[in-house]
């Protein structure tokens, strides 16, 4: 009898990791490569998704046909949409079998071993999921600037509203409020050219100077933590209505933020066992039993 693989896939916009688990669940090796981001096609993904796999199975000393062998669990940013789904389980590909979920979905698999929990990722966007055991369910995370509270991108947007206020003289001016226009160029002229070409990361890339501003008594950034910590407190307490007994806060304002929440809701903030990858090769393991209900 052959022997069995499964290979875990995080894909995000910029590149994609996969990370190759053997029967033991023993790691046998990584690899990086292209764009994870189904947008971009599913023909493009894929090749860079067997592009790694292979070098991961070369490294092993394994040959070429063990791809056969390997069952592959996708965690995909923006995976959820229907015709995404579609062709991913149409393309022709030289795996066993393939499994799809967005990247927040096998973080959250991987956060608790698949066993129950939530996780909140606060990066650039937002995002909370909650996994009772057979079933995902979702609050958030329906994009900048519509929604996605608590995240880097909205507070550098809460920031350049309320520098903008402060320029005319509606709200105090402080010395965060002119360092944000100095960087945009110094006048809101500037900020709005900023804003016609700027994206999400962009405003995510304005939140240090809130936090760094925070720290030395700046009272525009205390009023924006505050309003910050208000909309990570609203999320979590709905994951705990959801049924939900621990959470994991991921992304790259996660450490910030639990520092300031952590006494408020004590046990029920927990740091992830394991990562997307783990959360991945779990969907690629189990996926016939679990994919009834994933993306509920």
């Known amino acids: 009898m052959s022997k069995q693989y499964w290979l875990g896939v995080d894909g995000g916009g910029t590149h994609c990791r996969v990370r190759l ?14 764009s994870g981001n189904l947008r971009l096609g599913v023909d493009q993904v894929f090749a860079h998704i067997i592009t790694a796999s292979l070098q991961v199975v070369r490294s092993a000393g394994l040959p070429d046909d063990t791809l056969a062998q390997v069952s592959v669990g996708m965690g995909m940013a923006g995976a959820c949409q229907p015709q995404q789904q579609a062709e991913v389980a149409a393309y022709s590909h030289p795996f066993r079998a393939v499994s799809l979920l967005t990247d927040a979905h096998t973080a959250c698999l991987g956060a608790f071993c698949g066993q129950p929990g939530a996780i909140l990722i606060l990066g650039t966007g937002s995002c909370g999921l909650y996994f009772d055991g057979q079933h995902f369910h979702s609050i958030g995370g329906w994009g900048f600037p519509i929604s996605d509270g608590g995240s880097g991108a909205m507070l550098g947007l809460r920031l350049i509203q309320q520098s903008l206020l402060a320029f005319d003289g509606m709200q105090p001016v402080t010395e965060l409020s002119q360092r944000l226009l100095e960087q ?7 900020a709005v050219a900023w804003m016609d070409q700027a994206r999400p990361r962009d405003y ?3 939140a240090p100077l809130v936090w760094q501003a925070y720290e030395a008594g700046d009272a525009l950034a205390d009023s924006l933590v505050t309003q910050h910590l208000d909309d990570v407190r609203l999320l979590l307490r709905r994951l705990q209505q959801l049924g939900a007994g621990r959470c994991a806060l991921m992304g790259g304002l996660a450490a910030r933020t639990s520092a300031h929440l952590s006494a408020e809701f004590g046990h029920f903030l927990v740091d992830p066992q394991q990562d997307a990858l783990y959360g991945a090769m779990l969907l690629a393991r189990d996926g016939v039993e679990l994919q009834g209900g994933l993306c509920t």
């Open 204 to 206: 995510a890339a304005l």
């Open 184 to 190: 945009l160029g110094g006048h809101p002229v500037d």
């Open 21 to 34: 688990y053997d029967e033991q669940q023993q790691v046998v090796g990584e690899a990086v490569s292209g």
